[in-house]
């Protein structure tokens, strides 16, 4: 178990809804990541957050955005969604500093009718 | 552009050798670099990493080769199980002030047959 706990761990959808994914970090990190894998895809980072503000973005669509609270959870909102964004969503959390391992949850599966 | 790459997609090894796996990267910036192992249905576990002014780096049955000259790493697995029957992702982070944000390759499926 690696302490990051991400909800739900299931999604269907229509096209052209809004989705809400949940995460909570190991206790402790100040830093929150979002990845996507695709079918067949490698891990491709979306946007990472450090106690509360945005640090990185790599290619995250418009029609998504991102926050982390007070409380150090995140979300992560796609909407308007596609049948191409059906993934597997991965949020990992890592210690403050340099050359901390990231942790990942179990992620969520989207699936976009 | 891929940053990080595993050439090879799988890998079949008979319980008990050795498992070597390997990363080539192409973004001089990166000085961190890390192996994940990840089973169906669950998230990418860490394994073992290395930073970029060490050469290897080992932690039991892992251990990981990093050749910057030729911008190339490697995870031996010694001796393997069939536990470690899993996808295996290697990972780089640059050095900057944006955190460890990690570029990943595309994976490399070991198998390890009793």
């Known amino acids: 178990d690696s302490g990051v706990t991400q909800t739900p761990k299931h999604l269907i959808t229509a096209t052209g809804q809004r989705v809400t994914l949940r995460c909570s970090p190991r206790?402790?990190?100040?830093?929150v990541y979002w990845y996507q894998q695709s079918l067949d895809q490698g891990l491709q980072f979306l946007i990472q957050?450090?106690?509360?503000?945005?640090?990185a973005k790599g290619n995250i669509l418009e029609r998504f955005s991102a926050q982390q609270f007070p409380d150090l959870h995140s979300e992560l909102n796609l909407s308007s969604l596609e049948l191409g964004d059906s993934a597997l969503y991965f949020c990992?959390?890592?210690?403050?500093?340099?050359?901390?391992?990231?942790?990942f949850g179990n992620g969520t599966r989207l699936t976009v009718t | 552009d891929q940053q990080v790459k595993q050439n090879s997609p799988s890998l079949s090894v008979q319980e008990g050798r050795i498992s070597i796996l390997n990363c080539d990267y192409t973004?001089?910036?990166?000085?961190?670099f890390l192996w994940y192992k990840k089973y169906p249905a669950e998230g990418p576990t860490f394994l073992i990493s290395?930073?970029?002014?060490?050469d290897k780096n080992e932690d039991g049955r892992f251990t990981v080769f990093l050749n910057k000259s030729a911008k190339h790493l490697s995870l031996h697995i010694v001796p393997s199980q069939p536990g470690d029957s899993a996808v295996y992702f290697c990972?780089?982070?640059?050095?900057?002030?944006?955190?460890?944000?990690?570029?990943f390759g595309g994976g490399t499926r070991l198998m390890v047959k009793p």
């Open positions: 990992a959390s890592s210690r403050s500093g340099y050359n901390s391992p990231l942790h």
């Open positions: 206790s402790g990190d100040l830093s």
């Open positions: 957050y450090y106690n509360g503000e945005e640090r």
């Open positions: 973004n001089s910036m990166f000085d961190y």
């Open positions: 290395i930073s970029s002014i060490k």
């Open positions: 990972a780089a982070s640059p050095n900057n002030n944006a955190g460890n944000m990690l570029t």
